[in-house]
């Protein structure tokens, strides 16, 4: 697969109010899909479905942003597929199948589409992805990774994951996406159930890419009872500010991440996902009457 320039645009918003749950849209990100091998002989592989679900034919890109490297100024790995109205097309490796030269690794991926625009009626798209592990030829053990903007944050806002926890049964691993033309350092602090801080330490995500932790490279060696996750980034590193109502350029692509937390059962490798959640009344009380602004779309392609 060639690597290529992607000419950029932002298109942002100011949500209007929380989202209760996933929406079908033109662009999706997938926090993470992976190709690897890993703990207990675990062997994890990546699958997704897409839905057109409007009544144009869509053309879509699929953009692969690899693990701990710079991903900026977009030289991606890229993929392309077109979805009749109605129908649906699922990929039962995407790293394998649509990213082979990258080998085994994880990353995270974005898909957005474009209609031939001969019709007014807009066009969205739905879209699941799932992560398992196929060590056992009888059976596989996944868990689903959303797809959407749902959990995206900006700074100063705080993401939290919760139900974290480390010990012989249960292995915890963090994740950042970091959506920013710059790296981002993060702060990530571990809270235990009753809330007191077991640790605390500062990450760097590099620019346009994931970085994933375990709980012991994040200060924490033991949480049988499961605790909390809080992840922020680090504020002398702010340079813009979220609050503006005006869209945003791209050089303004600084502060936005998504996290998330991966619970993998010890004995059968079994692995349960979690996207991290805002504390949406800091929002409202951040900005005032503005919201601050999320982006929906981070990637179109002027093809």
Not at 20 to 47: C, E, N, R
Not at 94 to 110: N, Y
Not at 119 to 140: H, K, S
Request: aromatic residues 8%; proline residues 6%.
């Amino acid at each position: 697969m060639s690597r290529h320039v992607v000419p950029t645009v932002l298109v942002s918003i100011a949500l209007a109010s929380p989202c209760a749950a996933q929406i079908a849209l033109p662009a999706h990100i997938l926090p993470v899909m992976a190709k690897t091998s890993g703990v207990a002989g675990t062997d994890w592989v990546s699958s997704l479905s897409i839905s057109n679900i409007g009544t144009e034919t869509v053309d879509i890109t699929a953009l692969f942003f690899r693990e701990n490297q710079d991903n900026f100024p977009l030289f991606v790995p890229n993929q392309e597929l077109t979805v009749a109205p109605g129908a649906t097309h699922t990929v039962s490796d995407v790293i394998g199948s649509w990213f082979p030269t990258e080998g085994d690794t994880k990353g995270f991926v974005v898909l957005y589409g474009e209609a031939d625009g001969t019709t007014e009626d807009p066009f969205v798209l739905t879209v699941a992805g799932r992560i398992f592990n196929r060590a056992d030829p009888d059976a596989t053990y996944g868990q689903t990774v959303p797809a959407g903007e749902l959990g995206l944050m900006v700074a100063p806002g705080i993401s939290n994951l919760t139900g974290a926890r480390w010990d012989d049964a249960v292995r915890s691993n963090v994740g950042v996406v970091n959506l920013s033309i710059l790296p981002i350092d993060v702060i990530v602090t571990t809270y235990s159930a009753d809330g007191t801080v077991l640790a605390a330490v500062n990450k760097r995500v590099r620019a346009f890419s994931l970085a994933q932790w375990s709980l012991p490279q994040l200060g924490v060696d033991t949480l049988v009872e499961p605790g909390r996750i809080a992840i922020e980034v680090d504020p002398t590193t702010i340079t813009w500010d979220p609050c503006l109502s005006e869209e945003l350029e791209l050089d303004d692509l600084q502060g936005i991440f998504m996290s998330y937390l991966s619970r993998v059962d010890q004995a059968t490798g079994d692995a349960e996902f979690v996207l991290g959640q805002s504390d949406w009344y800091e929002y409202l009380a951040l900005c005032g009457d503005i919201l601050p602004v999320i982006p929906t779309q981070l990637l179109v392609s002027d093809r």
